[in-house]
């Protein structure tokens, strides 16, 4: 029967269709949009992409042209060309917009000088590799964003089970920071092909995990829909037993209900594969042999490339071209000829005999090597032609020249793929050094350094020791090995040995090279993060010395950055610890330093009280790092210190966010930092079920961090935060047998961490959650138990004060300190609403993190109280109240609302005890119930007046006039009647 290559239209998938357009639709408005289209082999994926694209066109308005750019990802091995599909996009853009168009969206010649490197004619300089470095993502991302500001751009990605490790690292740029205006991204990916040990899944998990994206799966067809695909193909309805048979056979999978149609009356195979060849099967032997060389080729071969490559003169070729054309096996296109579709092509290939597989394989190596052989994205394809083809030396060469490219762009994850092929060819190559210009020692030091940029600290120090195995002559060489076994052994808590630096530093004596001197400051600037008296300042000062002789940025920030560590940790001066990390933030490094100082700046300006603008940079960072494909690990690290600066600067929407990515992206015992983050962040927030879930979920992983860094007391902060927030009831608690183990722990706890050893920032912010559990543990309620030694912790506290330098924030530090120990020790009111008010003054904006500024106020409050200005403390109380919850610490919103209720600021919100039978509780004052509760709870009279911020003979007068008023012989029996009343049990 008559039949079409394909259907006229497209059957079903309007749900499908219908979330792409509306993608179109938010782009088109102004809202950047991110969709990722999956399915298996043969569903239809590019049909619907090619409806889409369509549909665009017909959507677009007058004063809005929509430019569609297409980057389809070329199936070059496990390696590929860095970002190849996406200078396909670019080249499209080109087209579409014109070189004075896409000059202008460049916008710096920085980023002219980048794209013309990949973009033929754009201008006649092209910048030399070391101009290139990290800077092509970003210029890509500021192209499209400029260009989107006047135009609808959308770009489109096929098959991402092929994309490069650059281009992978790319695409999560663009579908979550890209800021376009008028932008919508659609790539494509065949599920089918994505196993867990796949590149792409780790992508994917993180591209699901974004709100922004929009996800399409395409579904096999339904029974009715295939109908209506074989009546469109067929013309001519078939028999209902013919209909159900092909129904069954293509599985609802559209490409195969095309071929099935295709087939006609013609025996049905046996096997999926059969049908896939069915068309190539009728070909003559000439045509299909043409077809075999194309499917070596990939999915598309350009024509001058296949006349080449196929042995044949241009007559019998044409011939071959048009009836494989006829027989829809490939399709004319462009200046080429591309296959219908990929199984096809992947069979074909499979087709192949092993010598002729080679001989072909080895006719396209030599032809892209005499014609294209520097152009970026034919490069990985010539070393996979040559692997193929058994040439293990060409091989060799090219995969060389693939990684000098793959470095000139920054792209680590491809670079480590190169470097380690090298070092399996290593020994099967004849010369191979000479051929490389390098050692086997070498590449696995450039492999070291590749997963030290990844994040992956474990490969990085398996590269370094087989590095080292390789018995490297060159003492550079081995003390750059050596350099990086020890730096991967501390990130992943190895013990390393400092003597090893030691050995390194004497293999670099005598050598007067500019190499020579910065691998020297490197190993200085981590000997001195390792010593802890006055030479570390030496080595970091010779250390910048050298780099700055050098000229090597990279050396030099890395010096500042510890430098700066050296003034912040151990002498707890931010202030001075601020000038080298400006220094180095400015200098121009590739992106996995810059991310590295970008980590240890965040952190100061958050340190310094400058929260908002720490987050901000570490925003920028971030997306720098995402660029750079370096995301997990170094961006994990920003990510959670932009979140530590949005928690202080009362933001917990935007903190969560990032802190939850950074758990995501970072590996243990980084990621217990993340926990303790979000734990500390539940518990001053009231949600002490999340908290409770967060751990239990972590506990493993907790558990584990423990046991394999037992030094390491980043849970302080969650312990001392349950001490105060959970213990308490307010700025102070009462203790009995199960509470008081528990703050036993505690205080030993943070007494340790207030000590020596620990970082300066670490050990300030101890010391003030130590000065509020000295306020908590108020002496009446401690009395003679020699176990909570609240003495010895406030001497820890003052010789911890005594040592600090006067800079930056810390005296402002101090002055919360010594106003909450002047709480403790029941100042004069007037001199504690004095010191609260000029502590909250300073505080406003910044300065400490908000919970601590909040406490400050509800301080002030309360001095307020016992001052007697009744109606300026009720006025912060409902400032706390209303602003606490919004800024993430909702704890201490009720605390306010407790010390409201207590001090008589506003209606009771406790139990309720009024009633028509209450054995005269009725007649109590309000005051008098809150009493008439503390005594029904064995509190004395100061422990009531401590808690309702009254004196001892106050809180006895208001009891002599509850059992007056009740007709109560005395405590007990009031406390009895009380607990009738509310239910609730009493002790006395």
């Known amino acids: 029967m008559p039949t079409l ?18 993608a179109l639709d938010d782009g088109r408005d102004g809202t950047p949009r991110s969709v990722i289209v999956r399915g298996e082999a043969g569903i239809g994926k590019t049909r619907l992409i090619q409806e889409f694209v369509r549909e665009a066109g017909r959507r677009e308005r007058p004063d809005l042209p929509v430019v569609v750019a297409v980057g389809q990802c070329v199936d070059l091995g496990p390696i590929g060309a860095p970002f190849g599909p996406i200078r396909r996009v670019l080249r499209d853009l080109h087209a579409a917009v014109g070189t004075e168009a896409l000059r202008h969206a460049a916008g710096s010649p ?6 013309a490197a990949f973009v033929p004619g754009v201008t006649a300089e092209i910048p030399s590799p070391e101009e290139l470095i990290g800077q092509f993502a970003e210029a890509i991302e500021v192209v499209l964003e400029n260009l989107s500001a006047s135009r609808h751009l959308v770009v489109v990605i096929e098959d991402l089970q092929w994309a490069d490790a650059a281009t992978l690292a790319l695409l999560k740029t663009f579908a979550s920071t890209l800021r376009g205006r008028h932008l919508t991204i659609v790539a494509t990916y065949r599920s089918d092909d994505i196993d867990r040990f796949h590149p792409l899944r780790p992508v994917l998990a993180e591209l699901d995990r974004t709100r922004a994206i929009v996800r399409v799966e395409v579904l096999p067809l339904s029974p009715g829909e295939v109908a209506e695909q074989v009546s469109l193909l067929a013309r001519v309805d078939p028999p209902e037993t013919e209909l159900r048979a092909l129904i069954d056979r293509s599985g609802g999978i559209p490409f195969l209900v095309e071929e099935l149609v295709d087939l006609g009356e013609a025996h049905l195979p046996d096997t999926l594969r059969e049908l896939v060849l069915a068309r190539y099967s009728r070909l003559d032997d000439t045509a299909q042999e043409i077809v075999r060389v194309m499917a070596a080729g990939g999915m598309h071969t350009e024509h001058d490339t296949l006349t080449a490559v196929a042995g044949h003169d241009e007559r019998t070729l044409d011939q071959a071209l048009r009836d494989a054309i006829d027989a829809r096996v490939i399709v004319a296109e462009a200046s080429g000829y591309t296959f219908r579709h990929a199984l096809t092509q992947e069979a074909v290939h499979d087709e192949m005999l092993p010598s002729e597989r080679v001989r072909v394989h080895r006719r396209f190596a030599r032809h892209l090597t005499d014609h294209r052989g520097d152009a970026p994205e034919a490069v990985s394809a010539i070393a996979e032609h040559w692997l193929v083809a058994r040439e293990l030396g060409p091989a060799f060469d090219a995969t060389v020249r693939a990684l000098e490219q793959s470095r000139a762009t920054f792209a680590p994850a491809t670079s480590v793929k190169l470097a380690e092929r090298l070092t399996e060819l290593w020994g099967q190559v004849p010369d191979a050094a000479m051929r490389s210009g390098t050692t086997l020692a070498a590449l696995h030091l450039s492999a070291a350094q590749d997963w030290h940029d ?10 370094a020791l087989e590095g080292l195995a390789a018995e490297p002559e060159d003492p550079i060489v081995r003390a750059a090995l050596i350099r990086q076994k020890f730096v991967q052994e501390f990130n992943t808590h190895h013990d390393p040995q400092r003597e090893e630096l030691l050995e390194a530093i004497s293999l670099l004596e005598g050598i007067d090279t500019d190499h020579a001197r910065v691998l020297h400051s490197r190993i200085l600037s981590n000997l001195a993060l390792e010593l802890g008296d006055g030479r570390a300042q030496d080595y970091l000062r010779r250390a910048i010395d050298l780099a700055e ?29 601020l000038t080298p990390l400006e220094r180095a933030i400015g200098l121009r490094v590739n992106p996995a330093v810059r991310a590295y100082v970008g980590a240890a700046y965040i952190d100061l300006l958050a340190r310094l009280g400058r929260y908002d603008e720490a987050a901000l940079v570490g925003e920028r960072l971030f997306a720098d790092a995402v660029r750079g494909g370096i995301e997990r690990g170094a961006g994990g690290s920003i990510a959670m210190q932009i979140a530590h600066a949005q928690f202080c600067g009362g933001r917990p929407d935007e903190a969560k966010r990032y802190a939850q990515r950074a758990r995501r992206l970072l590996d243990r015992p980084s990621r217990a930092s993340v926990i303790r983050l979000l734990a500390t962040h539940y518990s001053w927030n009231d949600q002490l079920t999340e908290r409770e879930a967060l751990l239990a979920a972590e506990r493993a992983m907790i558990d584990e961090v423990r046991r394999a860094v037992p030094g390491k007391h980043d849970w302080w902060e969650v312990e001392a935060v349950d001490a105060v927030l959970l213990s308490s009831s307010g700025l102070r608690t009462t203790l009995d047998e199960k509470s008081r183990d528990p703050w036993v722990q505690r205080i030993d706890s943070i007494r340790h961490v207030i000590g020596e050893g620990h970082a300066a920032g670490a050990r300030r912010y101890a010391t003030v959650a130590a000065a509020m559990m000295v306020r908590a543990l108020s002496p009446a309620d401690v009395g003679g138990d020699a176990s909570i030694d609240v003495s010895s912790l406030r001497r820890a506290i003052d010789g911890a004060m005594r040592e600090w330098p006067r800079t930056g924030v810390t005296p402002v530090i101090i002055d919360v300190i010594d106003a909450t120990l002047a709480d403790a020790d029941h100042r004069d009111a007037e001199e504690r609403v004095r010191r609260w008010n000029e502590v909250v003054e300073k505080t406003q904006i910044g300065v400490i993190p908000v919970r601590h500024h909040q406490i400050a106020r509800l301080s002030l409050a309360a001095a307020l109280i016992d001052a007697g200005d009744r109606d300026t403390a009720a006025t912060h109380l409902a400032a706390i109240s209303a602003d606490a919850p919004r800024l993430g610490v909702a704890r201490i919103a009720r605390w306010a609302d407790h010390l409201a209720d207590r001090a008589g600021l506003r209606r009771p919100t406790g139990r309720a005890v009024e009633t028509s039978d209450d054995g005269g509780l009725t007649g109590l004052t309000p005051r008098e119930r809150q009493v008439l509760e503390l005594v029904a709870e064995g509190l004395t009279n100061a422990q009531i007046g401590a808690r309702l911020y009254i004196s001892p003979k106050t809180a006895s007068v208001h009891v002599s006039a509850i059992l007056a008023k009740v007709g109560a012989a005395n405590r007990a029996e009031a406390a009895a009647r009380f607990g009738r009343r509310s239910g609730s049990p009493h002790t006395v």
């Open 549 to 577: 002789g050098a000229g090597d940025d990279a050396a030099l920030a890395v010096a500042l950055v510890n430098e700066s560590w050296l003034h912040s940790d151990s002498d707890g001066d931010e202030v001075a610890a």
């Open 5 to 22: 290559a394909s259907s006229p239209r497209m059957v079903g998938r309007g749900d499908e269709l219908g979330a792409l357009l509306r």
């Open 110 to 115: 920085a980023a002219l000088a980048t794209i």
């Open 454 to 463: 990844l994040g992956d600290p474990d490969r990085a120090l398996r590269a």
